[in-house]
């Protein structure tokens, strides 16, 4: 026996209880949001962290009884406000630790360590912890201990835990394929940034390369039309001196020099024309070569991402989509600013 009661009490007192706790938190949640949710870290109907509070206020508390069956009423109300906050404290801690998300978070309400717990609630448990003990748990003990004969309620009780403790593994496969995939939406968000960036710097580094190699055509441009002009200059001066001696040989070398230097010229420009068409070509065909490359990554990655999200947000009753709809403000130590798109995104889905 523990504090006055036996195992068999207790081991109902935490099934009933837990169920009784996910009721008040359905009923609360469909209260506030006005939508009907599957309250709960388990996919089945309970709560345990309920049990363990309620267990908790009835065995450390039954000291307190005043000898008539009653216990003090300031006395349950500030040790259950108490014991309750430092379960839920202890619950919601080693949570985080171990799944590295927060299921509730009271962060923005006054008086709250670490968004755990806060004033609010705590005094709600107060007030809970006395209503309870004081109208419920006659009935709850009736008819745990008289309502069904240990020899029925063993059975009973083994197949009820049986049950949980399959729930409790499947939601712990659960919660690590959930994190399994949030790393990996993250890790594609990450590469589709990646591929964008380069999409944009392809835009303009492409632009810039063309810029490059139209005023290297322009300058090569420019230096043929120099040397045609040069030895055009120079045919001419070399004319211009034998004339004085032969007019009639310096005429036809004259001739044929600017003959020469027209027809350099004419390959000159012709090269440069080539050069340039040349290069406006391969600047085209190696950008759309990488921008198609990379809009066909950006794609496949897109496409990847909507799967991922799709998988969490389709699980409605066993899955991180279930997980996500009953606590919608949980929040992953790891993924923040993911876990928050999800969230959006499963509320514009529905």
């Known amino acids: 026996m523990i504090a006055g009661y036996t195992f068999y009490q207790i081991a109902w007192y935490f099934a009933i209880y837990s169920f009784i706790g996910w009721c008040v938190e359905v009923v609360y949640c469909t209260v506030t949001s006005g939508k009907v949710v599957n309250r709960g870290f388990l996919n089945g109907p309970v709560c345990p962290i309920y049990g363990f509070g309620m267990l908790a206020v009835l065995v450390l508390l039954k000291s307190w009884d005043t000898g008539m069956g009653h216990a003090s009423i300031p006395l349950l109300f500030f040790g259950g406000m108490i014991l309750a906050t430092t379960v839920e404290l202890i619950g919601g801690w080693l949570m985080w630790k171990l799944f590295h998300a927060r299921w509730w978070d009271y962060s923005k309400k006054p008086f709250n360590i670490g968004g755990f717990v806060c004033l609010e609630f705590s005094l709600i448990w107060g007030l809970g912890a006395v209503g309870v003990v004081k109208l419920l748990q006659p009935l709850v003990a009736r008819a745990a201990d008289t309502g069904i004969p240990p020899v029925y309620g063993w059975p009973i009780l083994a197949v009820l835990y049986a049950i949980y403790f399959v729930d409790f593994v499947v939601t712990l496969c659960t919660v690590a394929g959930l994190n399994r995939d949030l790393r990996e939406l993250d ?43 040069d030895a055009l200059v120079g045919a001419a001066s070399s004319a211009a001196d034998a004339l ?34 040349e290069a406006k070509q391969s600047a085209a065909a190696a950008k759309a070569e990488r921008a198609a490359v990379q809009q066909a990554n950006r794609l496949a990655l897109e496409k990847r991402a909507e799967a991922l999200r799709q998988d969490i947000l389709q699980k409605q009753y066993m899955g991180g989509g279930r997980l996500l709809k009953a606590f919608p403000q949980m929040e992953h130590t790891d993924h923040r600013e993911l876990l928050d798109e999800l969230k959006l995104y499963y509320s514009h889905k529905n």
């Open 187 to 229: 890790a594609v968000r990450s590469k589709l940034r990646i591929v964008s960036d380069a999409l944009s710097d392809g835009l303009g580094t492409g632009a810039l390369e063309t810029d490059r190699r139209l005023d290297e055509g322009k300058l090569q441009a420019t230096l043929a039309k120099a040397e045609a002009r």
């Open 244 to 277: 004085a001696d032969v007019k009639s040989t310096a005429f036809g070398t004259l001739t044929q020099a600017k003959a020469q230097a027209a027809e350099t010229l004419a390959g000159a420009r012709t090269d440069v024309v080539q050069a340039v068409a």
